[in-house]
């Protein structure tokens, strides 16, 4: 049995892992990876991220071509994945920073010796978790094996006849979309009464009904009684309906991957939700750090980075610093899509805060006029005397938009030099300004804004 000892070890090679590793390995610490699925980069570049906008991709060009494909979509998905794999950089960061990287299943003997299944012992002085997530799946009557996740979805070998998808986040939103538009009759269940529950509700209450007018068939306020598999497929019982799909989707959320890690001989306290952390990203064990989708917080990759940039700094330094989430920001990758950035509007209601509302539909930027991208707007919740609290976006290319209010929301900027900023015409980044010109606008009324102006003229 090889026993090899270094400064950090950290488990999981996805987004939060591999940045995990760069960094620690860039300052000169002794480190290793290891990978139980025998590749680098995660549930994002295998099955969620990279093959999700790839189909999204190619649903756009069919939809646009206003035609079932006669291309092999699947067989195309599968070769993005494989493109972007060996697109990455990641594997050489690692190997110019002398991080040793282990591929086979871990599992902690105590809090500083960690068994790999190929014999392989690890000793570290410190520890990083960074093991990701998979599909949860629910207790249904009639549930058994052969249902798809975003896991196993993209080995279909051809587009589905019919599809059944049961949830209506991200995961669900998107796919129903891009199924849809390929060909496939795609049927959506959600127990709410519009999709994408954690967005801003005013926004994803429009979302879900261009959805909707676009003929996707969504079942909302609709609970599951049972399932049903037989030869042709499944069966969904809801309410007092049957409906039938070659095809199940569950994607009804995310559960930590924790199998196999033995958590409790290392003193690490973890439920299903996630492994629990303090502000630090620190476990129950103090030499044992955890970041990105095991936690349970926020599971986006882009998250999962800077949680992992965060572990690495509080395990190597005495620093004890707290992540920066820069106001949490995220993106659902529908037609239009829908960006999220700090705080909703119900939120602010919630917690008593003075707002004003500031919007801009894309239907009067002249770019989304001429790309006939012109459903949704910019939406801007700031106080009233412009510090930005929140933004919202459904429109063309929302998740690039959002990435200017995060900057200045990161460096306290307010709507006014927003506003001030040259922005390129025609681009869609003028319908941000536009938003943020609302704000003058409303100064412009006040009182005593017209007497000086008037006293000014004199």
Known sequence: MEKVKYDLAIVGGGAAGLVAGVAAGAVGAKTAI???DGRLGGECSWTGCVPSKALIHQASLAYRCGCRPDWNVMEKVRATIQKASKASKAKSLLERYGVDIYYGKPGFKNNKALVIDNGTVIEANKYILCTGSSALIP???GLVEGYQTNQHIWDLPDLPESLLIIGGGPIGTEMAQAFHRL?????????????LPRDDQELAHELT???IADGIDIRLNTRIKKVEKNEQGWMVEAGEEKIYGRHLLIALGRQANTDGLNLEAAGVEYNTIGIGVNSHMRTTARNIWAAGDCTGGLRFSHIAEIEGKSAVRNALFPLNSRVDYQGSPWATFTEPELAHLGLTEEECKKLGYRYRIYSQEFAGDDRAITDDATRGRVKIIASPYGK??????????AGELI?????ARRKGLRL???????HVYPTLGMAVQRATD????????????KLITKLARR
């Open 34 to 36: 290891v990978e139980k």
């Open 139 to 141: 207790e249904i009557e």
């Open 416 to 422: 006014h030099e927003i506003g001030l900023t040259v």
């Open 438 to 449: 609302e704000w003058f606008s409303e100064i412009a009324d006040k009182p005593l804004l």
């Open 388 to 397: 930005i609290l929140g933004v919202h976006i459904l429109g063309p290319r």
């Open 183 to 195: 060909g496939t009759k795609v049927t959506l269940f959600h127990s709410r009464d519009k999709l």
């Open 209 to 211: 009904e261009m959805l």
């Open 403 to 407: 990435n200017e209010f995060i900057l």
